[in-house]
Structures are given as C-alpha cells and as structure tokens.
C-alpha cells in the first residue's frame, strides 16, 4: 500500500445552479467549504481562479450517479463541467461517485438546525466538503487516489 499524497485537494459538486468548492488542508486532516459559485458562464473561470489561488494537487469532482448506478443527465452535465476545467488548468482531475453526497449535506445541515431555505446557499459546499472527506478517507484506507482520473484534453491539431 502507498503512503498518502501529501497536498491540498479540491473537490467540486456540480449543480444546475450553483457549484459548490471546498477544500482540504495538505495533510488531508480537514475538508473545510470554500465557495459558492453561481452556475453561469464564467463559472470555470472563477474555478481556475480557485485552483490558481490554492495550487492543490488535483480537483475532485462530484459524478452523480442514481441509486441504482445508473448514469443520469446530471452525470453527463457533471462530466462536460469536468472536461471544460480539464481543458483549462493543469492540474488532474478525478471524477468520484458522489451518490448521496447533497443528500448528506442536507440531512447535517437540517440536523444543525438550518431550514432548507437557509442552507440553500451552503448546502454545495457542503456536498463537496463530504465528497472531498469521502476521497480522502478512500485514500487513506487504500493508499491509492480516488475515483477515476479524467483523461487530460487533447491539444487542437
């Protein structure tokens, strides 16, 4: 088994109108919300910001599967997000199942005390906070990375 990758992490849960961010310090110790960016044409712009700003080591982004393990339109929406940040930073990109991720992030945020009207803006962070503290628990238990790395984008010919 390796050793785990010492580096920050980001992870990403795609949504129709919002995107969460959070990140993890370089031990893997704590996933902490970051941001919630507006879902709109410059979303992957203000993103690479985030990654220019952090220099994690990779961006782990949310695929949501149903729970059955079928693919979904969110799926292929998530894996377009993926692909477009992919063609526009250098840092590797990781796709992990994130199957009741929000869900999740709901349930603590209600368990809190907040109302779903009030944890609207939060609640994305908080569903990458889970999927980023799922992809470092799989690797520490594994000692591999986890989830399935997107291929790099290909250069125009």
């Known amino acids: 088994m390796s050793e785990f990758r010492r580096g920050i992490r980001l992870a990403v849960d795609v949504g129709?109108?919002?995107?969460?961010?959070?990140?993890?310090?370089?031990d893997g110790m704590l996933a902490t919300p970051t941001e919630t960016i507006p879902r709109t044409d410059r979303t992957v712009?203000?993103?690479?910001?985030?990654?220019?700003?952090?220099?994690?080591?990779?961006v782990i982004v949310g695929l949501p599967i149903n729970l059955r393990g079928e693919r979904t339109a969110s799926t292929e929406d998530a894996e377009d997000f993926a692909r477009q940040?992919?063609?526009?930073?250098?840092?590797?990109?990781?796709?992990?199942?994130?199957r009741l991720s929000t869900v999740s992030a709901q349930s603590a945020l209600r368990a809190s005390g907040r109302s779903t009207r009030s944890s609207r803006t939060i609640v994305d962070q908080v569903a990458a906070v889970v999927l980023l503290q799922q992809a470092l628990d799989i690797e520490k238990s594994t000692g591999r990375p986890p989830g399935a790395l997107l291929p790099p984008a290909e250069e125009p010919a």
């Open 16 to 26: 129709r109108a919002r995107v969460g961010v959070a990140q993890c310090d370089p």
């Open 45 to 58: 712009d203000r993103l690479r910001e985030v990654i220019d700003h952090s220099q994690p080591i990779e």
């Open 85 to 98: 940040l992919g063609a526009c930073v250098s840092v590797p990109i990781r796709m992990l199942d994130e």
